[in-house]
């Protein structure tokens, strides 16, 4: 698939520990991005990484991306509560992005 | 803020009928997406737009049909819907060149066809 495959799909940690989401794809990409999503709602842009770049932080918000390994990471430092939403990784070619199917994060107060 | 407003929130229609789903954004956007998200498959594109009356096909756009008009509305319409088209569907909006730029989201509409 194009889409390439988020990893892992559903992550529970308690309140305070890092969380880590990986994506991996399988085709060339200009940027990649990541969104949250909470349940039942919209998504969100979180951050972009472009494919020069390696590694980006906003926040707590840490992304690499390692082109020869097609992958990107999402760690996300000292998590509360209220993180818990699912987690997409969007890949940027041309006008469109193709969206993975998600890791669902729960973070236990 | 960037604003994407969607028509509804819930919506629930019957087998055959016509269906339009209105999508608008405030920030003078060129690009315009629609998407729809399944259990188990993440997002997937159905058309979008860069520019008033120009479309482009996604990865799904059977069934589908799309109007952009104005610059700041983008319709999503299902001519005969059918019960395969019960999904989440996502609009979303960009600067140009939208896989350069982030993708602001409305908060989704919850179609049920019965």
């Given at each position: 698939s194009q889409q390439g495959e988020e990893d892992p799909q559903a992550l529970s940690i308690q309140e305070g520990e890092n969380a880590t989401m990986n994506c991996s794809y399988k085709t060339s990409i200009n940027n990649l991005q990541w969104y949250r999503q909470n349940s039942g709602r919209g998504l969100v842009h979180l951050i972009l990484i472009r494919s020069n770049e390696r590694e980006k932080h906003s926040g707590r918000l840490r992304v690499t991306l390692d082109t020869s390994k097609k992958s990107s990471s999402l760690l996300i430092t000292a998590?509360?509560?209220?993180?818990t939403a699912s987690y997409f990784c969007a890949r940027g070619s041309n006008y469109k992005l193709t969206f993975g199917k998600g890791t669902l994060l729960t973070v236990n107060p | 803020d960037v604003k994407v407003t969607q028509s509804s929130r819930y919506l629930v229609k019957r087998t055959g009928e016509k269906v339009f789903l209105e999508c608008v954004q405030d920030?003078?956007?060129e690009n315009m997406f629609w998407y729809r998200q399944d259990p188990g498959l993440g997002l997937r594109l159905i058309y979008f737009s860069y520019d008033v009356k120009m479309k482009e096909k996604g990865d799904i756009p059977e069934g589908y049909s799309v109007s952009r008009e104005k610059k700041e509305r983008f319709s999503l319409i299902l001519e005969s819907a059918s019960t395969n088209q019960t999904s989440m569907y996502l609009c979303a909006s960009s600067l140009w060149e939208g896989a350069s730029y982030e993708q602001y989201f409305g908060p989704g509409t919850r179609l049920t066809v019965t």
């Open positions: 998590s509360r509560a209220a993180d | 920030m003078d956007h």
